[in-house]
């Protein structure tokens, strides 16, 4: 699936979709949330490309999301690889932490995923 010009990976596997530039997915750094019931595959393009923003000065790094709808909604786990020995794993976590509670993102990607808003 061609995302901003490049080739990502979506894998579907039941209730879950995983988004990743790399196979095997890995996540050497992540933060999860809840987010309403949306579309999965969208939700994870939104997250992504915010994380991106959020890491793109970190070397080595390439984002991951996975999306896992379940009966209180979407369960977001969102980070990813980082191809570099030295990295500050609590900062880099506590940045994506950031992203995902941030009110205004939580309801564009809701939105952007046409879920339910309010």
Request: aromatic share 6%; hydrophobic share 45%; charged share 25%.
């Amino acid at each position: 699936m061609p995302v901003s010009g490049t080739l990502w990976h979506v894998r579907r596997e039941g209730a879950r979709l995983t988004l990743a530039r790399h196979l095997p997915a890995r996540f050497d750094i992540a933060a999860e949330t809840i987010l309403p019931h949306a579309a999965r595959e969208r939700v994870a393009q939104q997250v992504r490309q915010d994380i991106w923003r959020a890491l793109a000065r970190q070397r080595g790094f390439s984002p991951v999301v996975e999306v896992t709808a379940g009966a209180d909604g979407l369960a977001v786990r969102a980070g990813g690889r980082v191809a570099t020995a030295r990295f500050d794993r609590s900062g880099l976590e506590a940045r994506i932490a950031e992203v995902l509670e941030a009110p205004a993102n939580r309801r564009r990607w809701v939105r952007m995923a046409g879920g339910v808003r309010g």
